[in-house]
């Protein structure tokens, strides 16, 4: 589903954050992201999401080159960034409705889809409010829900879990389960116990040799 072809990130002179890397990704497939910080983790997503450029290479989505289709490719896609840049005037459930509506997938159900989604995250009578008071939890829940609101290909996911309750990292966990169930490539860094789960199938180690 995404193959990356000899991909050297590099942002001055000396050595790469990584270099020649060539790898390939399948539908269904779950992919862990582990290392220190400061080791590409996130820099490697940020390729995979089109926020960064490859110094060389390139990465292909179902063939095509995603830096010079982005459009294209991000309809497909679901993101939780390591940063919360969300819009702070809006509610969390007018974002949901702006997500869906920018992506051709509102319909009369989505109302009753949206707060199915937060009622599952426990994010309650907050998902009205604008998104600029919430807490981190709230905001990474809001994060989290339009992640998964649009059932994307594929999910790349920063330290999603991070600043969650128990419970809700473990309704987060299932809902993992069942996007890989649907045939979602995930691709999420996190701590090294959550790319642990059994639902993982493989673990990149960064930095990457």
Do not use: C
Request: no cysteine; hydrophobic share 35%; net charge negative.
């Amino acid at each position: 589903m995404i193959e990356l072809k000899n991909i050297t990130k590099q942002f001055k002179a000396g050595k790469p954050i990584f270099s020649e890397v060539n790898d390939t990704f399948k539908k269904g497939e779950f992919i862990g992201l582990t290392g220190p910080n400061g080791s590409g983790k996130t820099t490697f997503l940020r390729l995979l999401s089109v926020n960064s450029f490859p110094t060389s290479g390139r990465i292909t989505y179902k063939n095509m080159n995603i830096h010079e289709n982005p459009q294209e490719y991000l309809k497909d896609v679901g993101l939780v960034h390591d940063q919360e840049s969300l819009p702070v005037h809006l509610s969390a459930v007018e974002l949901l409705e702006w997500v869906l509506r920018s992506r051709k997938l509102w319909s009369d159900e989505s109302p009753k889809q949206i707060n199915n989604m937060f009622d599952r995250l426990s994010l309650k009578d907050d998902r009205n409010e604008q998104i600029g008071t919430y807490s981190t939890g709230m905001r990474k829940k809001t994060q989290v829900a339009a992640a998964f609101i649009v059932k994307p290909n594929v999910l790349i996911l920063d330290e999603p879990l991070r600043g969650l309750d128990s419970s809700t990292r473990d309704e987060v966990a299932d809902m993992l389960v069942d996007a890989k169930s649907g045939g979602t490539l995930t691709l999420m860094a996190s701590h090294t116990a959550d790319v642990e789960a059994d639902f993982v199938d493989r673990v990149l180690e960064f930095p990457l040799s």
